[in-house]
C-alpha cells in the first residue's frame, strides 16, 4: 500500500519545478462536468458520491450500490456547449465498472479567407471528445483504488484532427469519524495530441482532497471539503466547498478557487428525492470567471439502491 501511494506522489515531485502555461492541449479535460462539483470550486475529489465519480475519482465508483446514471449540459463561453453522461454498475465479487462520455461542441462558424473576410459560404464546427472505461475495487473495509482508460479524439477543421489515449488512477480513504474522506488522483496521463506537426501533452496533473461533515444536526447537515492540484503546465491550484443538506432533500452549495487568474466563486443548488427504492437528484451551479463572465451547469442523476 506504501508503495502505491508513493506512486501517486511521484508526479507532483516531478513537475513542482516547472511552469508552462498554455503549453498542454485537450484543455477541455479539466473542466468541470458536474453541476455540485462545479458549485463546490472543484473540491469534489473526497466528495464525490454518483456516476460523475468515474470523472472524478474512479475509487468511489465502488460505493454505488447497484447502477447509476449521470448526465450534465454546461453553457460554456462563446456559444460552446459541454455534455457529459456517465453510467456505473456494480457486479458482486468482480468490482464495479463505469463509462463516460464528455464533448465540448463549438457552434456553427463560417470559413473565413484572406480574400474572403466576410466567408466563403461554407461552415464547420470544432469539437472535442473523451470516451472511457474505468473499474474500481475496494482494497479494505476503509480503502478502494480506481483507474480509467480514455480515448481523447479532437477535431479543429477538416484534416486538422488529433487524438490521443490516457489513464486516470486514484484512491479513496473513507472513515466513520464525521465522514472524513480523503483522494488521491493522477490525471491525463498518457500520449500526446498532434496537429499537423506540433505535438502538445495533456494537462496531466497530480491532486489531493479531503472532506469531513463540519457539523451534523437533525435536520441539516454542513459538510464541508478541499482540494490541492498541481499542473503539469501551471502553478498549484487550490479550491475550497460548502455543501449544506436540509431535510435531506435540499442542497445549498458555494465554493471558491484558491491562486487561480480567472476562476473566483461559486454557487449551486439541488434537489434530491425518492421513489421506491431509487434516488433522483437535480442540480444547477453558476461559476464566475471575472471578465469572461459565468458559466451554467445543469444536471440530472440516478441510482438504484
Do not use: C
Not at 131 to 154: D, E, M, Q
Not at 253 to 262: E, F, K, L, T
Not at 264 to 293: H, K, M, R
Request: without cysteine.
Amino acid at each position: 500500500m506504501k508503495r502505491f501511494l508513493w506512486f501517486l506522489l511521484l508526479p507532483s515531485l516531478l513537475w513542482a519545478q516547472y511552469e508552462r502555461p498554455g503549453s498542454a492541449g485537450g484543455q477541455f479535460l479539466v473542466i468541470d462536468v458536474s453541476p455540485r462539483a462545479a458549485a463546490m470550486a472543484g473540491a469534489y475529489l473526497s466528495v464525490t458520491n454518483g456516476a460523475e465519480a468515474v470523472y472524478y475519482n474512479p475509487a468511489a465508483i465502488v460505493y454505488i450500490p447497484n447502477l447509476a446514471l449521470s448526465a450534465t449540459h454546461t453553457q460554456w463561453f462563446a456559444g460552446i456547449n459541454s455534455e457529459f453522461v456517465s453510467a456505473v454498475i456494480n457486479m458482486d465479487g468482480i468490482g464495479s465498472f463505469g463509462l463516460i462520455f464528455t464533448g465540448l461542441m463549438t457552434d456553427e462558424m463560417q470559413v473565413r479567407t484572406p480574400l474572403q473576410p466576410d466567408g466563403t459560404g461554407e461552415t464547420f464546427y470544432s469539437a472535442y471528445y473523451r470516451f472511457g472505461i474505468a473499474y474500481g475495487r475496494k482494497l479494505t473495509n476503509h480503502v478502494s483504488f480506481g483507474g480509467t482508460i480514455n480515448y481523447i479524439y479532437g477535431s479543429l477543421y477538416k484534416d486538422f484532427n488529433a487524438s490521443a489515449v490516457s489513464a486516470d488512477i486514484s484512491v479513496l480513504y473513507i472513515t466513520d469519524f464525521h465522514g472524513f474522506r480523503f483522494g488521491m488522483k493522477i490525471e491525463h496521463f498518457g500520449s500526446e495530441m498532434k496537429f499537423i506537426n506540433e505535438a502538445y501533452p495533456l494537462p496531466t496533473n497530480f491532486q489531493f482532497g479531503l472532506s469531513f461533515k463540519a457539523l451534523e444536526a437533525e435536520k441539516f447537515t454542513v459538510l464541508v471539503s478541499g482540494r490541492a492540484i498541481k499542473p503539469n503546465v501551471g502553478k498549484p491550484l487550490g479550491s475550497l466547498g460548502l455543501e449544506l443538506k436540509v431535510f435531506d432533500h435540499i442542497f445549498v452549495r458555494g465554493g471558491y478557487q484558491i491562486n487561480s487568474d480567472v476562476q473566483t466563486f461559486s454557487l449551486g443548488a439541488g434537489l434530491e428525492w425518492q421513489v421506491l427504492n431509487q434516488n433522483f437528484a437535480f442540480d444547477y451551479s453558476y461559476s464566475d470567471y471575472s471578465l469572461l463572465g459565468g458559466t451554467h451547469r445543469f444536471g440530472l442523476s440516478f441510482m438504484i439502491n
